[in-house]
């Protein structure tokens, strides 16, 4: 009995040797048609096998293609509020100040019209100044937004006439060196011995230039009929 069980394990140890060597053998096979494959460029299952990767060399970039790479580093810039070149511009000059000279002003027509009744009752008259000087002074809320104060002058034979003037102006474009814009404002006339209601306002005026500037408007009031000037902004 002993001979048999010595025999039939005997037997299994070798199938089993057998087994285990038949099984390396493959595995030593598989791995050398690999190698070859790899070698010289062929293709399995329609991809091609890369080079093995060194990963001792290897950095942390990759690409899409799983081949690796050095990544450059990426330069983050730090983050600064932009600001306007023209918003900049328009805050140095949102305070002005001008200087015009107005034709055929309110007063000046009143004074024509009723020296046409004066020759007809045969009274004197008096002869009005056709021209008003005046000085203006603005400030700008926003682009399209100004208040100001205009202070007008002319005469009327030997009496001269005083306006004040409070007005607001709409820049209906107002760029780095044009603009066209119209205002209106009420306010009061004065001369000697009363005062009376008066207003300006101009229907359409272009003005050109940047911190000096000269500007042309047309509208009616104690400023003139037609209008020139010259502006100073800071």
């Known amino acids: 009995m002993k001979k048999i069980l010595f025999l039939l394990f005997a ?13 390396s053998d493959s595995e030593d096979a598989a791995y050398a048609e690999l190698d070859r494959e790899t070698q010289d460029g062929d293709t399995l299952g329609g991809s091609v096998w890369e080079q093995p990767i060194d990963k001792s060399s ?37 305070i002005n100040v001008s200087f015009f000279m107005g034709f055929f002003p309110v007063t000046s027509l009143g004074a024509i019209i ?12 008096f002869e ?5 000087y005046s000085v203006g002074v603005g400030y700008e809320l926003f682009y399209l937004l100004e208040v100001g104060l205009m202070v007008d002058y002319t005469t009327i034979g030997p009496d001269p006439l005083v306006s004040v003037i409070p007005r ?9 060196y044009f603009r066209l814009y119209s205002y209106a404002g009420l306010g009061a006339i004065f001369w ?43």
């Not at 690409?63 to 511009?89: F, I, R």
């Not at 009723?114 to 008259?125: K, V, Y």
């Not at 607001?168 to 780095?176: A, G, P, Q, V």
């Open 11 to 23: 037997c299994s140890m070798a199938f089993a040797q057998v087994d285990y060597t038949g099984l």
């Open 58 to 94: 290897a950095s942390s970039g990759f690409t899409a293609d799983a081949t690796v790479k050095e990544s450059s580093p990426v330069s983050v810039e730090p983050s600064t509020s932009s600001v306007d070149p023209w918003e900049e511009e328009w805050r140095k000059r949102r």
């Open 168 to 176: 607001i102006k709409l820049n209906w474009l107002n760029f780095k």
């Open 114 to 125: 009723a020296d046409i009744f004066d020759e007809i009752d045969g009274e004197d008259d």
């Open 192 to 234: 000697d011995d009363g005062a009376m209601v008066m207003f300006n306002f101009a229907l359409l005026g272009f003005e050109a230039g940047n911190h000096l500037s000269v500007f042309f408007e047309g509208g009616w009031g104690q400023v003139g009929l037609f209008t020139l000037g010259i502006k100073l902004a800071f």
């Open 128 to 132: 009005p100044d056709l021209m008003a």
